[in-house]
């Protein structure tokens, strides 16, 4: 079984604008429900995919209840903790257009240090019968910023492969615990070592830096670039799928990190992991919810997925 941890649970609203104006109403050409969060949103591939998968995390609300059913119905299991407040919904606009895109999102999830207790105590019940953790996502300001650190340790002490997608100052601090894999995006990747990211070069670099430092591979997801894989004996990098059309852009990282994921779980060569993630990343953006994707559009992209040694 592969755990996810979403502590900032979220779930994404696509409307679809044939143009975008301040003044006056705006009529959607359609409007779709996707998962957010990233851990959760890589539970939902894994299911899509028939993976084994367990999410766990806080919810509250209308929206908490959407996402269990979204979640249940690609048959991932959900063990949430209910807390106050509301599990956040993330309005994802796509205007036709310009091909831009934006999100506007609110954090109301309300946990208080019972809740984190009841969560803890669900969570070591969990992790003995998982094959791997996946965590990440932002964390609710009312959580303690070590939370990441906690579950990863946890994790480590018992041999559990950890792959983690948060951004800073989340990412620096939980580094120090030493998840096998992180999978930032640029801007992420910027963040933590400090620096502009502008080029594959630049990303290698600051990869490389991180790698020696924490012995953590990096995977380095780029937009229209591709994926950057800096792992311990090899780095590659990997074109972005070419794909018919392209609906949303929304929670193509979340494909990629699905694939860390079921390589970590499975003991397999984290290549084969890139390979799976970055076809599912390709089936993701050819649907218009956030994240969702189907199993035969992966099937079909996995054969294209090159890998270039890198550099």
């Not at 996402?67 to 299991?77: A, F, G, I, S, T």
Request: aromatic share 6%; net charge negative.
């Amino acid at each position: 079984m592969i755990l996810t941890v979403t502590p900032s649970s979220a779930i994404d609203w696509t409307v679809f604008l044939p143009y975008f104006r301040w003044e006056g109403p705006l009529r959607a050409e359609k409007a779709v429900w996707g998962m957010a969060g990233k851990p959760a949103g890589a539970a939902w591939v894994l299911g899509e995919l028939g993976v084994d998968t367990t999410a766990m995390g806080f919810a509250a609300g209308i929206s908490g209840e959407k996402m269990v059913e979204l979640l249940e119905k690609k048959n991932v299991e959900t063990d949430f903790i209910w807390v106050n407040g509301e599990t956040r919904l993330n309005v994802h606009v796509v205007d036709r257009e310009t091909d831009r895109q934006t999100t506007l999102a609110v954090d109301t999830l309300k946990i208080t240090n019972a809740h984190v207790k009841r969560f803890m105590k669900r969570f070591y019940k969990k992790l003995g019968q998982a094959k791997a953790l996946v965590t990440g996502s932002s964390l609710p300001a009312c959580l303690n910023p070590d939370f990441f650190r906690e579950i990863i340790t946890a994790a480590k002490e018992k041999g559990i492969p950890v792959a983690l997608d948060t951004s800073s100052p989340h990412l620096a601090h939980a580094l120090l615990a030493g998840p096998d894999v992180i999978k930032p995006n640029r801007a992420e990747l910027s963040s933590v070592v400090g620096q502009e990211i502008t080029s594959i070069e630049d990303a290698y670099h600051a990869a490389r830096a991180i790698l020696d430092k924490y012995g953590t591979q990096v995977v380095v997801t780029l937009d229209a670039e591709g994926v950057l894989a800096v792992l311990k004996e090899s780095a590659y990098r990997i074109p972005a799928p070419k794909v018919e059309l392209i609906e949303s852009t929304a929670g193509a990282g979340d494909g990629v990190l699905a694939g860390i994921a079921y390589a970590l779980a499975n003991r397999l060569p984290l290549e084969d992991g890139l390979r799976l993630g970055t076809a599912a990343a390709g089936a993701v953006i050819m649907t218009p919810a956030t994240a969702d994707c189907r199993k035969e559009d992966i099937e079909r992209l996995l054969p294209s997925i090159e890998l270039i040694p890198y550099p």
